[in-house]
């Protein structure tokens, strides 16, 4: 049954998140419609020939289609999924008017447009708040715990115990919040507001670049600190027969000391025991309480440098504990996740600003199949993490529909801006070339991202391996 694993492992996640988003983006329209007093034709999930459905006492089909890549709501009115006012729609009776889209007023007609993305917005706040306020909030404090030698960060002169509060004048708690924001921005001059001895001061930093590659080879230059947090000198696993195993070494001890050497972070740990290659080594430990002297000899790892030249390292075997959580109150629980969510935003403007000033490849641009292979990577991680990129991918739609193309969102919006500048609609003719060019552009990022999809997952490699 191994052929099931690519059909369980990603297609089914991808489907259960795309009919959620869907259904919420949707339903946004559906809602503020139906307040208005407009007749809902169809509400489907997909696009394409129906599979199965339903009437409500509406009036209503509610309808899952075959193409599960999107859905629309049918306004009365509409000439299809992409609400495009059909030729009788402006010859319709008195009482067919009351229930058109086309009819209702302007305000009318632009909320419910913006429904759809201002619902994912909600719905990716509400998300996060319930995952911050039960599974917590990856939070770890923006204290500097090894700088690196010749990398940005001491180039800058920053140093370990320095706790960034600020970047680029906006304030920052966590530690994960400063790498979000140096990896869009590689070689670019960044403000840091650090806090070191009690006192404030600024300083400039450079952002290094550094590459990214992903689980098939894919190679990406985004912006390095050139520094890392603080983590606590606690074990968080010790890998089997491995030095550190062999010498006594238990997940959840506290290192204390090394060699007479007082340990404050795991950075000191792994670097004193990179410096003890083959050596014999004391090492004292807090275990419940207590403190335990152990002796561990690290193992010898060799590696090259660019000069050719043979480096001898120690290794024994232990991971650092995992970025802790902090759970919130629902309150502050919402609070995080706008944050979150207007960091988001900023850097989804920021890489489309970068994308069309021409620093930053296309490239970077997914469709589909690599929103599948994120949902069934994420489904794997854990329920953390998939419902934490359900929350991200719901604002991600909201941000895509909002930009102004005719057949999206936004490009609705666009129009009634321009109606209500002019004090009436663009004429037919300029909507109809106006959606022409909107699904011109459309079809042409439909064929960009399922491009890159295609490269990202090596399958253009492999078609060219079977020609050549």
Not at 143 to 167: H, N, R, S
Request: a positive charge; aromatic letters at 10%.
């Amino acid at each position: 049954m191994e052929f099931l694993s690519p059909l369980w492992n990603y297609v089914l996640p991808f489907l259960v998140i795309l009919t959620i988003l869907v259904f919420v983006h949707e339903a946004g329209h559906y809602l503020v419609a139906r307040r208005c007093g407009v007749k809902i034709e169809t509400f489907s999930i997909g696009f394409g020939p129906e599979l199965f459905g339903w009437n409500d006492k509406n009036g209503t089909r509610w309808k899952f289609s075959m193409i599960p890549l999107g859905g629309y709501v049918k306004m009365f009115g509409d000439a299809d999924a992409a609400s495009s006012p059909n030729k009788d729609t402006f010859k319709l009776t008195a009482e067919e008017r009351k229930l058109s889209f086309y009819h209702k007023p302007l305000g009318q007609r632009a909320a419910i447009v913006f429904a759809g993305p201002f619902v994912n917005f909600l719905f990716a706040i509400i998300v996060l708040t319930a995952l911050f306020s039960t599974f917590g909030q990856p939070y770890t404090p923006a204290v500097i715990g090894t700088v690196f030698e010749d990398k940005a960060a001491a180039q800058a002169g920053l140093k370990p115990g320095d706790k960034i509060v600020a970047v680029n004048g906006r304030s920052v708690e966590r530690f994960e919040e400063v790498l979000q924001f140096i990896a869009l921005r590689p070689g670019e001059s960044v403000s840091l507001r650090i806090e070191r001895d009690g006192a404030l001061q600024t300083m400039t930093l450079t952002a290094g670049s550094r590459e990214f590659k992903d689980g098939h080879g894919n190679v990406r230059i985004i912006g390095d600190l050139g520094a890392w947090r603080m983590v606590e000198p606690v074990a968080g696993r010790v890998l089997e027969d491995s030095a550190a195993a062999k010498g006594g070494l238990k997940p959840g001890d506290r290192f204390v000391e090394i060699d007479g050497k007082k340990i404050y972070s795991f950075q000191d740990v792994h670097r004193m025991i990179l410096a003890r290659p083959g050596v014999d080594t004391s090492i004292v430990v807090e275990r419940e309480g207590q403190r335990i002297p152990l002796r561990v000899t690290p193992a010898v790892r060799e590696t090259k440098d660019k000069t050719g030249a043979v480096k001898r390292t120690g290794l024994i075997g232990v991971g650092a504990v995992q970025a802790p959580r902090q759970r919130f109150d629902p309150a502050t629980a919402a609070w995080q996740a706008l944050k979150e969510t207007y960091a988001i935003t900023l850097a989804t403007g920021k890489a489309i600003g970068q994308m069309v000033s021409g620093s930053r490849t296309v490239r970077d641009l997914g469709g589909p199949l690599r929103i599948a292979e994120m949902s069934g990577n994420m489904a794997q991680n854990g329920l953390y993490a998939f419902i934490w990129f359900l929350g991200v991918l719901s604002l991600h739609l909201c941000l895509i529909n909002l930009l102004p193309v005719p057949m999206l969102d936004g490009g609705h919006l666009l129009f009634y801006g321009f109606e209500a500048v002019r004090g009436r609609p663009l004429g037919p003719k300029a909507q109809e070339y106006g959606f022409r060019i909107g699904l011109a552009l459309v079809l042409t990022l439909m064929v960009v991202v399922t491009w890159n999809d295609l490269v990202h997952l090596r399958v253009v490699d492999f078609i060219k391996s079977l020609i050549t």
